[in-house]
């Protein structure tokens, strides 16, 4: 039932996507949904779209139904019902994953410098910000030093490049002077390369990116990191401590390579720790240092920052009209 339909929607998709994993997706999530359905296509209403939408946000996490709306909305293309039954996708919920500590992340990264590949495997995540399946893919010809840019072929975002940091260039020079493996001829274009004594020794690293998640979690162990760390847990962390570092979203953004800002702040996972740190930063200063007229700024910008009421506002300027008065009187006799 449906197979002739499921056909031409493959075909689609081919001609539409050229990521084997974008069009795949989009089938496997549209066959579930013509599964659920449980009828011919023929039959379709717009009463069952919504009844499938209701059941998928009672079963399944909020950001998977997003790819699963997704999919049948392009499908609905060759039915030629989008533009009338297209369903609206809700945004990104912010993730509650917790990430590393600066600490964490620190000692995640001191814990990589004893091997050029474990090196660089965790800037290409905390510099780079590349997914695991990117850095499987990186090509020695797309590193271009001299403009600082390293290009990435046919990503999740389709073709795009990241600015290569100056540790993240010295990781590379050092790999590939120090630690690369001959590769075979298929691979030698490709940067990473797995070594001799591996079952594929000479062959570029799997897409699947099982090597890459295997380095993450040895360097978070010889960290002492007490808690689960992979690939996807230290991209988060490293965008996380740019918003601390208050680096500009769009910034970050550029960074991560994401197309909407709204995917960025999802990221922004600033916890109550960074919150407290930064009220005793604020109230840690020692103001007895400070002029009268640095003590009156300080006091204002508590003001506009909600910390103090105004009445708490009015209190202090008096206090320091006060001292003003009495150092004038005290020059006055001296």
Not at 72 to 84: A, M, R, Y
Request: glycine letters at 4%; charged letters at 30%.
């Amino acid at each position: 039932m449906n197979e002739k339909i499921l056909e031409e929607y493959l075909d689609y998709l081919r001609q539409e996507y050229r990521k084997k994993g974008t069009i795949y997706g989009y089938y496997g999530r549209t066959k579930l949904f013509l599964r659920w359905l449980d009828k011919p296509i023929e039959g379709l209403t717009k009463k069952d779209l919504q009844k499938w939408r209701a059941y998928i946000n009672q079963n399944y996490a909020q950001n998977g139904n997003i790819a699963r709306v997704v999919a049948v909305n392009v499908f609905l293309k060759i039915l030629g019902k989008h533009d009338c039954w297209k369903l609206p996708v809700l945004p990104p919920k912010k993730t509650n994953k917790t990430p590393l500590s600066n600490k964490q992340l620190d000692k995640f990264l001191e814990a990589s410098e004893d091997d050029c590949l474990h090196h660089l495997i965790a800037l290409l995540e905390i510099d780079g910000l590349l997914r695991p399946s990117e850095i499987t893919e990186i090509k020695i010809d797309n590193i271009d030093f001299a403009t600082q840019r390293m290009y990435l072929d046919d990503t999740k975002t389709g073709d795009n490049y990241i600015i290569i940091s100056p540790r993240l260039q010295q990781a590379i020079e050092d790999y590939l002077k120090f630690k690369r493996p001959m590769p075979l001829e298929e691979y030698k274009e490709y940067l990473l390369i797995i070594s001799p004594g591996r079952k594929l020794a000479g062959h570029k690293f799997s897409r699947k990116a099982g090597i890459v998640r295997d380095i993450t979690k040895k360097i978070a162990i010889n960290a002492n990191i007490q808690r689960k760390v992979t690939p996807y847990v230290i991209k988060p962390s490293s965008i996380t401590r740019k918003f601390e570092e208050r680096v500009n979203p769009k910034v970050i953004q550029r960074m991560a390579r994401h197309r909407n800002i709204k995917t960025t702040l999802i990221y922004d996972l600033t916890d109550e720790n960074s919150v407290r740190e930064y009220f005793q930063q604020q109230y840690t200063i020692n103001i007895s240092n400070l002029s009268n007229r640095d003590k009156a700024k300080l006091w204002f910008d508590r003001l506009l920052s909600g910390e103090i009421y105004f009445e708490s506002f009015k209190q202090g300027v008096d206090l320091l009209q006060h001292d003003q008065k009495r150092e004038t009187h005290d020059f006055a006799y001296m």
